[in-house]
């Protein structure tokens, strides 16, 4: 690299802003591709293009002047990836980790194959095949591929309900009871050191299939949190190529910690480390981009996260509440600058960084109870 | 206000660009004006204009549009600041208190009014009024008007040295024996409600005359850190304005705490609030531009941060020993994206929050002793 570095990133949404949030503070260059011209990223980013991520050619031609080419969602042209690292570029994810990650069948393979305890499972071809594996039932189907926050995914509690289900390439996932949901980000460095954050618990919401909230660390016993921790390990060691890796996690009523799926990039469940810890996810992300030493995932306080889902319908955002939880100490606001709100969609989320646990559940509690975003009234 | 609230700011250096990192996470839209077309906000304000600070109708033009005023800098417009005053706009510093603290002269006269204790002073018209003052001497000469980071103020030993004094309206303060150089950050909403950043420790590169690095807290006994923090708390509330009061203040060697002078802006002395505390100097501000609550100013660790200036002349800056500092836990690099190095030049600063003083410490002379910038060798 000669001169400021440039980062090539696929996706402009939440996370590829809160990562230039961060990256502002160092002389890089960043550029942003984007389907939505008014991509949240699209008015910082030092150069912001409009175009498909599936497209192999959009893909290639964007990131032509780039050292280093990052994801902020799965959904890219590996094809695109595979092209741009022969080229020479540092392509963060490895196209083949996002190969298989993009497949939730390879995915499970990748586990077991790797001895990485994961609920049972099979793949099938379409729901005909269904009706041989009633040993899998109540259980998950997903579609291999396309999936997201909980899109492409159904379940299914017996063999009479086999015609509901969609067709198509899937895994069939046995049913796991679950005492609590787990994430663990792991950073794993050019040089193959590796770091982790302490565990978090998610809580999602049922309906929208999204994290309600999280908080960190996870509250369960020392035991659980080190075979959380030593799990995700596992799955960045068995990855074995530099970047970032959250690693969500079913803790069973049983006590067993099972890996559930592998996002290979910055993630919903680490958005407290921008407040809560020394280095960032998003910080750790742009280390790994330029080979920088990781840095120090340690975190001084319990902290929490509540995502602000849009409620009510769709227009242009409005926040309600926000002058009561800005002034809880220790309460940041981060609001994405989408210009139009939904039901369902990720708007903001609000971060708790506490003294104690205690203070961090009544802050989070408040900011349930006060805080969402809506349409505006007309 | 309809829709996002617009902040006009005047002055796109490294202090408008960390405001804005942190506005980011927000939903509001920041308009920058500065007379350098490659001023650090230029690529991250959602409008920029280059223009000069000074020139009433520029600035009056440039900031049409907003709901609220600021400054990154001292010197600007007062009249430009009156007119949008008188326009509706929220304008923060107040142009009255911006009036007083541009003129050293005034400032002074305003803490003696307000019995704020100050050095001993008297305001002169020139250099001929000296002689009359030799009580003051040795002491410093400071112009009144366009004086910064050191420039436009001189020491004058005895009354022989008196003609290479430069000439004007100057303040003549008495020399002051310092232990050490305190600094507190006062917050002051819109209801009158303030809050206040423990007091900091500055020490100083005297040749520069520049912040070399500080401590956060400052290493005084509790008495001084109470007079301190109640001194800059008096100094917020004799100017009765919305908005963040940087209070400089010597303690000198009989324990007395002196007010130095008042930046009405983020300072370099809150810079390692960004990490270090709940709602940083800039958040802070940002809350007062658009009456939100106060942010907590509360620090879980001691922290300390270290300026980044230039050295060895001019050119395409390059910073040496990143990836030593980078490794250190709890150190954060922030480069302001200038194009052109200096020496003496304000390049970026490393921040570093650490479990303890020690540690503090043991970070501060590391970054010192490995880091620096300087024009990159052709």
Known sequence: ??????????????????????????????????PDPNAPCSTIADRFVQGSLDDARTV?????????????????????????KEQGKRVIPDPEVLRIIQDKGLQKEFYAHHGI??????????KADLAAHDDLLPGFLKARTGGYDGKGVMPIADAAHVDEAFNGPCVLEKHVRIAKELAVIVVRAHTGGMASYAPVEMVFDDRLNLVDHLRAPARVDNGTLERATELAMRVADAFGAPGIYAVEMFLTDQGEVLVNETAPRAHNSGHHTIE???????????????TWPIGSPDAARPSGMFNLVGTGGEG????????????????????????????????????VVAPDEASVDAALALIKAQCRIRPRLA
Chains 1, 2 share one sequence.
Do not use: W
Not at 7 to 30: S, T
Not at 117 to 126: A, C, R, Y
Not at 323 to 347: E, F, N, S, W
């Open 276 to 290: 809560a810890c020394a280095s960032s996810q998003f910080d750790q992300l742009l280390r790994c981009y330029l």
């Open 1 to 34: 690299m000669s001169g400021r570095p440039v980062i090539a990133l696929l996706g402009g949404g939440q996370l590829g802003r809160m990562f230039i949030e961060n990256a502002l503070r160092y002389d890089v260059e960043i550029h942003v591709l984007d």
């Open 316 to 351: 242009i955002p409005e926040v309600i509440g926000m002058d009561a939880i800005l002034g809880i100490p220790g309460v940041h606001l981060h609001l994405y600058g989408k210009q139009r709100t939904r039901t369902g969609r990720k708007m903001g989320h609000v971060s």
């Open 60 to 84: 290639v031609d964007f990131a032509a002047h780039a050292d280093v080419v990052g994801i902020e969602i799965e959904h890219v042209s590996v094809e695109a990836l595979i092209t741009l």
């Open 117 to 126: 305890p994961t609920s049972p499972f099979v793949l099938l071809n379409g």
